[in-house]
């Protein structure tokens, strides 16, 4: 059977597999689309299996918000190189892969990794299919969805694509402004990258050793002045750590909570946030 220029179009735009790969896959199905879907799904996961081992040190962070704005996601997918991180497939089946997790509400990369993907097949099998298509290990390195109905969910993606925030922030304002806040919150995540939103989301274990050090330091002090004073450093190294008692990155003046309230109005606050790096 001739495979037709059409052909091709059609099983590139269902699999997003290079123009070599399809033309091979569709001779060997005879012309049949739906089986060639298959011999490249099949190719794919071969391939990555492969590539399992090798490095992941690039990649691209990329947020989907819904037209409404009361939900966002975020993924975080590497791979190898910077080159193939610029390519029209990677970046469109990352935008693809961040639809998927806003419409499915995926909020576990293994769970991600097994739900129905739109074109068949699992999210996996489709993953493994752009390994085998562009040639490199990948790995969905992080997911994340937020959604609120009494606010707003927006994102900051930095300048280099590698680093990202969702933020749901909590808010009479409306969409515009709350959009604009998110991303100067999300701009202020990325570089301070705060521990968690509030004090008790600081690892235990983390709040422990801090107070040890602090104890130990205090033992020429009275003793019962060092429970106060090391009070007091605990209280300095959460205003460091915990994002709504940090100062603002664009007004070290006040604390992000007050920023935000002075913002979108008392009661406005942020209620969760996420961020993802690749490469580094």
Same mark, same amino acid.
């Given at each position: 059977?001739?495979?037709?220029?059409?052909?091709?179009?059609?099983? /590139?735009?269902?699999?997003?597999?290079?123009?070599? $790969?399809?033309?091979?896959?569709?001779?060997? &199905?005879?012309?049949?689309? %739906?089986?060639?879907?298959?011999?490249?799904?099949?190719?794919?996961?071969?391939?990555?299996?492969?590539? #399992?081992? /090798?490095?992941?040190?690039?990649? *691209?962070?990329?947020?989907?918000? &819904? !037209?409404?704005? *009361?939900?966002?996601?975020?993924?975080?997918?590497?791979?190898?190189? %910077?080159?193939? &991180?610029?390519?029209? $497939?990677? +970046?469109?089946?990352?935008?693809?892969?961040? +639809?998927?997790?806003?419409?499915?509400?995926?909020?576990?990369?293994?769970?991600?990794?097994?739900?129905?993907? #739109?074109?068949?097949?699992?999210?996996?099998?489709?993953?493994?299919?752009?390994?085998?298509?562009?040639?490199?290990?990948?790995?969905?390195?992080?997911?994340?969805?937020?959604?609120?109905?009494?606010? =707003?969910?927006?994102? =900051?993606?930095?300048? %280099? +694509?590698?680093?990202?925030?969702?933020?749901?922030? *909590?808010?009479?304002?409306?969409?515009?402004?709350?959009?604009?806040?998110?991303?100067?919150?999300?701009?202020?995540?990325?570089?301070? $990258? !705060?521990?968690?939103?509030?004090?008790?989301?600081?690892?235990?274990?983390?709040?422990?050793?801090?107070?040890?050090?602090?104890?130990?330091?205090?033992? +020429?002090? !009275?003793?019962?002045? *060092?429970?106060?004073?090391?009070?007091?450093?605990?209280?300095?190294?959460?205003?460091?750590?915990?994002?709504?008692?940090?100062?603002? #990155?664009? %007004?070290?003046?006040? @604390?992000?909570?007050?920023?935000?309230?002075?913002?979108?109005? @008392?009661?406005?606050?942020?209620?969760?946030?996420?961020?993802?790096?690749?490469?580094?």
């Amino acid at each position: 059977m001739q495979i037709t220029a059409t052909m091709v179009k059609e099983l /590139r735009e269902q699999t997003g597999a290079g123009l070599m $790969d399809c033309k091979k896959a569709l001779a060997e &199905a005879h012309g049949d689309i %739906d089986a060639a879907v298959d011999w490249l799904r099949k190719k794919g996961m071969k391939s990555a299996d492969k590539k #399992a081992g /090798r490095e992941t040190a690039e990649g *691209r962070v990329w947020a989907a918000i &819904a !037209p409404d704005g *009361r939900s966002g996601a975020l993924i975080a997918l590497a791979c190898e190189t %910077d080159f193939v &991180a610029k390519t029209d $497939d990677f +970046n469109n089946f990352v935008e693809a892969l961040a +639809n998927h997790v806003l419409t499915n509400k995926s909020t576990d990369v293994e769970a991600c990794l097994a739900q129905t993907w #739109a074109a068949g097949g699992t999210v996996e099998e489709a993953l493994k299919g752009v390994i085998g298509s562009l040639g490199e290990n990948m790995q969905l390195a992080g997911v994340a969805y937020l959604e609120l109905s009494d606010g =707003y969910v927006g994102s =900051y993606i930095h300048h %280099d +694509n590698k680093k990202g925030v969702l933020t749901a922030i *909590r808010t009479d304002a409306d969409l515009a402004a709350t959009s604009d806040m998110a991303r100067d919150i999300g701009m202020h995540v990325t570089a301070l $990258d !705060p521990a968690g939103l509030h004090r008790e989301d600081v690892a235990a274990d983390v709040v422990e050793r801090e107070r040890a050090i602090y104890l130990e330091s205090v033992q +020429n002090k !009275p003793e019962e002045m *060092r429970e106060k004073i090391v009070e007091g450093m605990l209280g300095r190294f959460f205003k460091e750590q915990v994002l709504e008692e940090q100062a603002f #990155a664009k %007004d070290m003046d006040k @604390k992000v909570s007050k920023v935000v309230e002075d913002t979108l109005g @008392k009661g406005s606050a942020i209620t969760a946030f996420r961020r993802f790096i690749v490469g580094g």
